[in-house]
């Protein structure tokens, strides 16, 4: 691989419904073996690939990074998170169970956790790798197997996964990985012998994937779109609040669901925390994705830069006031001329009412906005369709805990922002979709239960 922005890296052949009811069949057949198996078993075959996905760390984030455009420094922390992430299942795998339940006369009852069968995993480009993990962990410890379709932006990296996963001993077929866009999503939706779908991206695409699931009865799984706020409180720690918006608007060139777009400042400490995550902002290195010292390197496609430049355009005619970036950038190094980069973007004299404010822009680009009391804010706050994360900064814990428990919100941080531990439960409230990714909630989304009776004496017949 090079890094050539601009040109085409590779073609693939989109799977049509054949190709789909194939890999349906080949996972269906993978699953009578894999579902049979004991949980310590899976939990082997489990280790051994988070094993060699974390002795091919820097080739899998190389490869992420031409596949997606985001940092080295970047791809290195989500094949680590990935790696974790099966670890972590594989650990689970061993200690699924029901319960016994005594009842009366000796009689008792049980119930079993069982797996669904052939799940389908539709993936966002801008945690390829990550998002295929996050999924396919859950998944195959609870003795399922799973059809994944990544974005069409970013083809390459969930392949090698198939293959580490097949080099790790799960039966042929077990991970399958279909490509294309939403007429293979579609097949792969309405397919019969599908049992659930669990799927990151829009809320468009989210609303459809529901609408299809539902002839079919099918559970899913949404992780959608975000326009999360950050609160900053005047009793931060100043420094670490502009570390944490930094954080929560910059990572993978904006293109983050959860991110904390919408910074809201307590207004006496407006202007110094303007004035400092400016200057921070200005200091992000662009570039070459591969360079270690790179923090951002290029957009996913033209498309979506011109989306975001949109936006930016839009604000500025609203009132919105560019603080910093939102211009086309142009590396020095020639062969990266072709490149979709741009300077994250600071919009000052933002209002609640503003497209920029309200709608998800995908990119970077963080509104400021002020206020004034604690109980503004989180009314605030909570003004939106959204509802997949929210943070706060302050010095006051109490204060803290009080927001984020009025925040409808999914994931909310305190003195932090953008930490997705696989420890813990990942998703949204209201139309950022529902269910959860991570943790051992996502058990819950994986299998399903059987309540078996067990009488010890004659039947009570009312007959």
């Known amino acids: 691989f090079k890094t050539c922005p601009g040109r085409v890296l590779c073609k693939l052949p989109c799977s049509g419904e054949k190709e789909v009811d194939l890999a349906v069949q080949s996972a ?104 295929a993990c996050w999924k396919s962990g859950p998944a195959l410890a609870c003795g399922n197997a799973m059809v994944f379709k990544p974005s069409p932006f970013t083809p390459i990296s969930v392949v090698r996964l198939a293959e580490i996963f097949t080099e790790a001993g799960v039966p042929k077929g077990l991970f399958n990985v279909v490509q294309g866009g939403a007429a293979t999503g579609q097949f792969l939706c309405q397919h019969p012998d599908v049992a659930k779908i669990s799927f990151t991206g829009s809320v468009p ?45 910059f990572l993978t060139q ?36 591969l360079l270690e010292d790179t923090r951002m390197g290029a957009l996913i496609n033209l498309a979506h830069l011109n989306r975001v ?25 020639p062969k990266l001329k072709n490149g979709y980069y741009m300077r994250p973007c600071v919009l000052g004299n933002c209002t609640d009412d503003m497209m920029c404010v309200k709608e998800e822009i995908f990119g970077p680009v963080m509104a400021i906005l002020p206020f004034d009391t604690e109980e503004e804010v989180v009314e605030r706050a909570n003004a939106t369709k959204f509802g997949l994360a929210g943070g706060v900064f302050t010095r006051d814990i109490q204060k803290a805990h ?19 531990p696989v420890e813990l439960p990942f998703g949204g409230y209201k139309s950022s979709g529902f269910g959860r990714e991570n943790g051992r909630a996502a058990i819950e989304y994986y299998s399903q239960l059987k309540t078996v009776c067990v009488e010890m004496g004659d039947v009570e017949s009312v007959f």
């Open 28 to 131: 269906k057949a993978a699953y009578k073996i894999w579902s049979q198996m004991s949980g310590m078993e899976r939990c082997r075959v489990m280790l051994e690939a988070a094993r060699i996905i974390r002795e091919q760390r820097e080739e899998i984030a190389t490869m992420e990074t031409i596949n997606n455009g985001k940092s080295i420094f970047e791809a290195r922390v989500d094949i680590d998170i990935s790696w974790q992430c099966l670890e972590y299942y594989a650990g689970l795998a061993g200690s699924l169970a029901g319960e016994h339940i005594q009842l009366s006369g000796g009689s008792f009852g049980y119930t079993r956790r069982e797996p669904l069968g052939v799940c389908v995993g539709i993936g966002a480009w801008n945690y390829p790798f990550q998002i």
């Open 205 to 249: 695409t989210g609303m459809k994937i529901m609408e299809m699931a539902a002839k079919g009865i099918k559970p899913v799984t949404l992780e959608l779109g975000g326009k999360s706020p950050l609160i900053i409180f005047s009793d931060s720690d100043l420094d670490n609040a502009v570390k944490g918006a930094l954080m929560a608007n």
């Open 254 to 289: 904006g293109e983050v669901c959860c991110n904390g777009t919408r910074v809201f400042v307590e207004r006496k400490i407006l202007d110094t925390f303007t004035k400092e995550v400016v200057k921070c902002t200005q200091k992000i290195k662009i570039g070459d994705p």
């Open 309 to 333: 430049q949109g936006f930016i355009k839009q604000a500025k005619e609203q009132g919105a006031e560019v603080l910093c970036g939102g211009d086309l950038y142009v590396p020095d190094d």
């Open 402 to 420: 009080r927001i984020v428990a009025a925040l409808k919100a999914g994931m909310c941080f305190i003195n932090n922002y953008n930490v997705s």
